[in-house]
């Protein structure tokens, strides 16, 4: 788990050291163990280690294989790396290091860019042939890794964050309006392969680029689930359903504990992460490290469900850490969060995995989180609705997007509006492809191939990455993925969502954890804004640097600013917290 940057130019000039080690001077906080480059001509990689596995120097990064003539920045984790050791070894491989990244050159060397297929993790590589200067861009199935790019004619920049290609001093930093719309539109999400700047661009999950040596690039899809039944498994009973989840899953969690450091649990009290606990104490998992958080009441909203993390710790006696944040180290610590996103994302959550990150940091360096369950098994509350959707798409609309394109042509200053309904679009579009004909698993793939990646997924990595802190999320194991499509939506909608996973967690956790109303991490002081909280986003909105930019109507923000608790949107996000955090990302990043 790490940082990557790289430079590679078309135009006959050579890298740039220097550039390529402000790239990574950004990217130092999510790799503080190591840093290295290697430049050799128009090719140049950084790279920033978090020592996860194989602790040795032989496995720093950028890694060089002179015998193969390649060279690989690597962040991830692959986790049947020993097996596919294994295998290669069997055709004549020999190994230098003991680690994952070595693994992924020789995969490469011996099957080309269909080494993805082999791999059972979480990645973004960039692999960089001597002999034919060709180059394979690579990130994983869920997009858990980030790649972030800005490929013009002259040359191709790639990073793990947005900040790092802003680091090279040359890419547009001007605000891309369709992605403008999308961020007011589909609540906050940005899919790939746009960003809110212009000149940056990320690919898209489960996607190979690869690039000639005269720039010239191809794109290949290397994964996309199917939904619905396969052949044979029609007469499959919700019982059959339910122990072939749980076979899956405990595999999903087992293959997150490789790592030659400890690995916790972040422990919402949730279903889903209680599940991940449960599952590792079955396993024989003693001593394990699990973290809560909790934030100050407001406005009648209990800010924390320490009850059941609480629960869930004393019932399988793990070392539980439990971390309270007051209202004043909560907006303490709000610049530092917002600067940690490699975009601006305006969910709450954010806060409390980045403090949360801070405190785990101190004890490990690997964690597994229940990021995913909902958006693989149904838990959102607008699904059911889809069962019984004569449009789908109006269902959808209704339940997930924060306003019509009509409200944002009131808010938006005019040349700031996209040409059309370009977010509506999107997902129409989206819906209409083949593949998913029952309404529910149109928004179920819609929103684990698009929304998860760019939202909850995001979110988890930028925090926990802020702190050195490496999180991986079993539920987006893609053989638990790929499992969870076939199954008929009515066994995912059951008891009010994720059924088929309460019946899997009956069999392991306390029933208390998984009868219960759904939870989210509560910052209720960001929803309610008041007090110094409004103070702080006027300010915020008020600067020369947003007159300047002037992106939102100046009534609409005055009407913000007047009674903020009374601008929800359909998702429960404050309409005040959403344009506010935009102005102080950009302001954050001196944009």
């Known amino acids: 788990m790490c940082g990557i940057c790289g430079e590679i130019r078309f135009d006959g000039r050579p890298a740039s050291p220097e550039r390529i080690e402000r790239m990574g001077n950004c990217l130092a906080r999510r790799g503080p163990d190591g840093a290295g480059q290697v430049v050799r001509g128009n090719m140049g990689l950084g790279h920033r280690r978090l020592k996860i596995i194989d602790l040795s120097e032989k496995a720093q ?58 791999f059972k993790g979480m990645f973004a590589f960039a692999i960089h042939e001597r002999d034919t200067g060709r180059v394979m861009l690579a990130r994983d199935r869920f997009g858990i890794k980030p790649l972030y790019i800005s490929h013009t004619p002259e040359r191709l920049y790639l990073a793990s964050s947005l900040q790092s290609i802003v680091k090279t001093g040359d890419v547009d930093t001007s605000i891309d309006r369709e992605a403008l719309h999308h961020y007011m539109s589909f609540h906050a999400v940005v899919p790939a392969p746009l960003t809110i700047l212009k000149g940056v661009r990320k690919l898209p999950p489960a996607t190979i680029r690869l690039v000639e040596p005269d720039g010239s690039f191809t794109d290949e899809i290397f994964w996309q689930p199917s939904f619905g039944l396969k052949a044979g498994e029609e007469s499959l009973s919700s019982n059959d359903w339910r122990d072939m989840l749980m076979e899956s899953l405990k595999a999903a969690v087992a293959r997150r504990m490789v790592a030659d450091v400890p690995v916790g649990v972040l422990l919402s009290g949730g279903v ?23 934030f100050e009441d407001a406005n009648g909203e209990v800010g924390n469900e320490f009850v059941y993390s609480d629960l869930i710790a004393k019932h399988y006696g793990t070392q539980h850490h439990k971390i309270f944040v007051p209202g004043a180290e909560l907006m303490e610590n709000l610049p ?24 785990v940091s101190k004890h490990i360096k690997v964690v597994q989180s229940g990021q995913g369950a909902d958006e693989i098994f149904g838990g959102y509350h607008w699904y059911p609705p889809m069962a019984q959707a004569a449009d789908p798409l109006g ?13 944002l042509s009131r808010q938006l200053s005019p040349e700031w509006m996209a040409d059309g309904d370009v977010s509506l679009d999107f997902v129409r579009r989206h819906f209409a492809i083949g593949g998913a004909d029952d309404p529910v ?36 194991d893609h053989e638990l993925a790929e499992l969870a499509a076939r199954m008929p939506s009515a066994e995912k909608l059951k008891q009010g969502g994720k059924g088929v996973l309460k019946e899997v967690a009956r069999q392991v956790i306390p029933s208390e954890v998984i009868d219960r109303k759904k939870g989210y991490f509560p910052v209720p002081q960001l929803k309610y804004i008041s007090g110094p909280y409004l103070d702080m986003v006027r300010d915020a909105l008020s600067t020369q640097a947003a007159r300047e930019r002037s992106l939102f109507r100046q009534d609409y923000l005055e009407t913000l600013f007047a009674d903020p608790t009374s601008h929800i949107t359909p998702l429960q996000g404050s309409e005040l917290w959403q344009v506010a955090l935009l102005e102080m990302w950009l302001q954050t990043q001196e944009l």
């Open 61 to 118: 990064q950028p890694m060089v294989d002179p015998d193969l003539g390649l060279t690989i920045a690597f962040n991830g984790c692959i986790y049947n790396y020993p097996e596919l050791r294994g295998e290669l070894s069997a055709k004549g491989y020999k190994f230098f290091s003991h680690g994952d990244t070595e693994v992924i050159l020789k995969a490469y060397h011996a099957w080309g860019k269909d080494c993805v297929q082999r």
């Open 272 to 294: 889903d992460s209680s599940l991940i606990v449960g599952l590792l104490a079955e396993a024989g998992q003693s001593g394990l490290n699990t973290f809560s958080i909790g």
């Open 336 to 359: 530092g969060t917002i600067g940690a996103m490699s975009e601006p994302m305006v969910s709450y959550d954010n806060i409390g995995f980045y403090l949360l990150s801070r405190e």
């Open 395 to 407: 269902a959808y609309f209704k339940a997930f997007f924060d306003r019509t394109h009509e409200t």
């Open 441 to 476: 698993d149109k928004a179920l793939r819609l929103d684990s191939q698009i929304m998860l990646v760019d939202d909850p997924v995001k979110r988890v990595d930028n925090m926990t990455m802020a702190w050195g802190l490496e999180a991986r999320v079993p539920f987006l």
